[in-house]
């Protein structure tokens, strides 16, 4: 990703206390309410998530932005990549802003486009003859998403990367996912793929690091990227946990290692570890695996459940926290004033691109 720059929103936001931030974002909302569409993903602090029209994870969020077309600002409180595919799919009219320039995502910023079209002519080399299929998750650059359309590959989501992955397999030979190994090779065990024919690809190395007969035998080539919250999980965890609280239900992000999701009585996208906790019987116990603000929601939600983090640690995503009420509010009076800050484009060229492999998924 190339590195964009967060200007100094100055004193007069960053020095406001908390409660007159809060209570001039609800005003402004109001004011702009006509025009405006704040989405919040779910890893956003509640100070945010509060203000948010819709609630979701990136690709529910994107479609809802689309689908709101009389809406002119979707000021998306999540991530780079989320917003840059909030502008591929809404209409030129829809100017997409993200409050923190800085919000990127360390996953998606693994797999660079140079990267990854330098790793592609490796594997075509080696394995000439294979129809390879690239598949990318949805945590990925709108450049990424651009390299897999053209190239007869689909975007995924946690949600989808099984069903996905097998229609890959219905179009070619092999598959090469990215950025997140441990989506790729989660959904790759779930569907029977033996794990001898699972190979990582590691970043910068000749071959990423395999010999030719290896990657000629592989079924599913993993980049080697991984998200920095979901990583923080251990098996161990789960050990602890279950030794302390024999009757705990375990739930885990399938972003988490594999060790991490075969332990665990669940594992599932964002949306759906909502729904299975919040859908669960009345007192019962859950350790959860994903990131701390929205366990700490689920908590707060099902006050009749006991809820905790599968982790000791806070596992936080420190780019999604980046996003502060001050940022919201600045870039909220700033449209109040006719004023475009932060706004998020992905050029023409690319959108298109990026929407060839977003639309075969929705299509899948
Ligand atoms: S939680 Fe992980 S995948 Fe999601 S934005 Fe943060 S680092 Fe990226």
């Not at 975007?155 to 190994?181: H, I, M, Y």
């Not at 009585?265 to 859908?279: A, K, L």
């Not at 640690?313 to 996003?323: A, G, K, P, V």
Request: proline fraction near 4%; include cysteine.
């Amino acid at each position: 990703m190339e590195l964009l720059q967060q200007i100094d929103i100055g004193p007069e936001y960053l020095e406001e206390g908390e409660d007159l931030v809060l209570e001039r974002i609800a005003e402004v909302k109001k004011e702009l309410s006509e025009k405006l569409l704040i989405l919040g993903h779910h890893y956003q602090q509640e100070s945010v998530f509060q203000f948010a029209d819709v609630t979701g994870d990136s690709l529910k969020l994107a479609k809802k932005a689309a689908e709101s077309k009389d809406k002119q600002y979707i000021v998306f409180c999540g991530v780079h990549f989320m917003a840059e595919s909030a502008d591929i799919l809404t209409s030129d009219k829809q100017i997409v802003v993200l409050p923190d320039l800085r919000a990127g995502c360390p996953m998606a910023d693994m797999a660079s486009a140079d990267d990854v079209e330098w790793a592609w002519q490796e594997l075509e080399e080696v394995t000439g003859g294979s129809r390879i299929i690239p598949i990318t998750y949805v945590n990925s650059s709108a450049k990424i998403k651009a390299f897999v359309g053209p190239k007869g590959g689909s975007v995924c989501t946690s949600s989808n990367a099984e069903r996905v992955l097998s229609w890959a397999f219905s179009q070619g030979d092999k598959v090469f996912f990215f950025p997140d190994e441990h989506l790729g090779r989660n959904s790759a065990y779930a569907l029977g793929i033996p794990e001898n024919e699972v190979v990582v690809w590691k970043r910068g190395k000749r071959l990423g690091n395999n010999d030719p007969e290896q990657l000629k035998k592989a079924k599913v080539i993993l980049w080697d990227g991984y998200c920095t919250v979901h990583m923080q999980f251990k098996a161990s965890h789960v050990t602890m946990w279950r030794e302390k609280e024999p009757d705990i239900r375990i739930i885990v992000h399938p972003e988490c290692r594999h060790e991490v999701v075969k332990l665990a009585d669940h594992y599932g996208s964002t949306e759906s570890i909502i729904q299975t906790v919040n859908n669960s019987p009345g007192a019962s116990k859950w350790a959860i695996g994903t990131e701390i603000n929205l366990v700490n929601r689920l908590n707060k939600q099902n006050p009749d459940k006991e809820i905790h983090s599968l982790s000791p640690f806070q596992c936080l995503c420190s780019t999604m926290y980046r996003i502060k009420p001050s940022y919201l509010l600045w870039v909220l009076e700033n449209l109040k004033h006719g004023r475009i800050v932060n706004q998020i484009t992905v050029d023409p060229e690319t959108a298109s691109f990026a929407k060839i492999a977003l639309d075969r998924m929705l299509k899948i």
